[in-house]
């Protein structure tokens, strides 16, 4: 166990040393091969405690989901109080729209979610560039209330909308030798001011197995609450694995590739030790400066205990037969 049971805002240190634009672009191309050894010590910023709540002028306009088919019978949900809308879109992790939990809402402005376009590349049968409105009619939009939990030890209940990654997935046909999904960012510092800081290299990236890809929880977001996601929550798509920490849970989606070998993830790449690429939630592997066997929930006094894979054992454990969670945490 570590010392203490929280990570404090003292422990962020703004200053990730690492081995330059040029070698992480190279390393995020996801070319076949192992990735170059990530250069120097690297200080972690991902541990900030609660934030202030502004006022926030929700913006409207582009990325309206009315008129797109929905599909009634819910699949997924949880019997627990689901967090108050104002607390999801206010208390955020995007940190191409700065690291303080209230940063994001505040900034969201920046990022325009219309025109919106996907890149679908990689180890697939079609390579293509899919313009978001077109791939949002795709695939009945459902709703799924999943438990959120982040690395940091809090967690929320959120009402997602949108459909699985499993239907994305298959519609992207991916090769026979693909074996892994792979995810990028958008990089704009204009619409991500944060990407001019060197908090991490940017764009960030993040990815899966195909096996847990296409598992039926794991999900691609494109609302919240009934309506499109706002900038902070990763508009217009973001994915959403809920057996996993929110870190893996990468915003604002601009290319999804399909890969043989094992895809950079941006914490994971930045301090190894501390983020592994599975993440799965585990209340017994604690995070190197933190306990992660209890977690806050937001607007809720005291802490609960953590389960295991956030309470989706049941579905997925299976995935990781005969692997040692502890290693490859
Ligand atoms: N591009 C991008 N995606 C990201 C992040 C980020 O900083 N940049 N933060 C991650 C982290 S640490 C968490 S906990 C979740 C937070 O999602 P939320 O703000 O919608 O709750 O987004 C994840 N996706
Ligand atoms: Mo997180």
Request: hydrophobic share 40%.
């Amino acid at each position: 166990m570590s010392k203490r049971s929280q990570p404090r805002s003292s422990e962020i240190t703004p200053e990730a040393h690492y081995s330059g634009r040029r070698e992480w672009l190279a390393k995020v191309g996801l070319t076949a091969g192992a990735a170059a050894v990530w250069g120097g010590a690297v200080s972690l910023l991902m541990s900030r405690g609660a934030a202030d709540r502004p006022e926030v002028v929700l913006p409207t306009g582009p990325g309206s989901l009315s008129g797109l088919q929905r599909r009634s019978a819910p699949t997924y949900t949880v019997d627990e109080a689901q967090t108050p809308f104002e607390d999801v879109t206010t208390y955020n992790n995007f940190y191409e729209l700065g690291t303080r939990k209230s940063d994001p809402a505040r900034r969201a402005g920046t990022l325009k979610p219309r025109p919106w376009t996907v890149e679908v590349g990689g180890l697939t049968a079609k390579p293509r560039t899919v313009d978001i409105d077109d791939l949002l009619r795709w695939f009945p939009l459902e709703e799924r209330v999943y438990r959120m939990r982040c690395v940091e030890a809090w967690s929320m209940v959120i009402p997602w909308l949108g459909f699985p990654l499993a239907d994305l997935v298959k519609r992207l046909e991916p090769l026979s030798t693909a074996r892994y999904v792979a995810f990028e960012t958008l990089l704009d510092p204009a619409q991500l001011p944060g990407q001019r800081d060197d908090v991490l290299p940017w764009p960030y990236v993040e990815g899966l197995r195909l096996d847990e890809a296409t598992h039926p929880l794991a999900f691609m977001a494109v609302g919240l609450y009934g309506r499109a996601l706002l900038g902070q929550s990763g508009a217009p798509l973001r994915l959403v694995v809920p057996w996993k920490y929110g870190f893996k849970g990468i915003k604002s989606i601009v290319a999804i590739r399909f890969t043989e070998t094992e895809p950079t993830a941006t914490w994971n790449a930045a301090a190894p030790r501390e983020y592994g690429f599975y993440a799965n939630v585990n209340p017994q592997v604690d995070h190197p400066r933190w306990s992660q066997a209890t977690e806050r929930r937001i607007g809720e006094l005291g802490r609960r205990p953590t389960l295991p894979f956030n309470g989706y054992a049941e579905e997925v454990a299976d995935l990781y037969a005969g692997m040692d969670l502890r290693r490859r945490f």
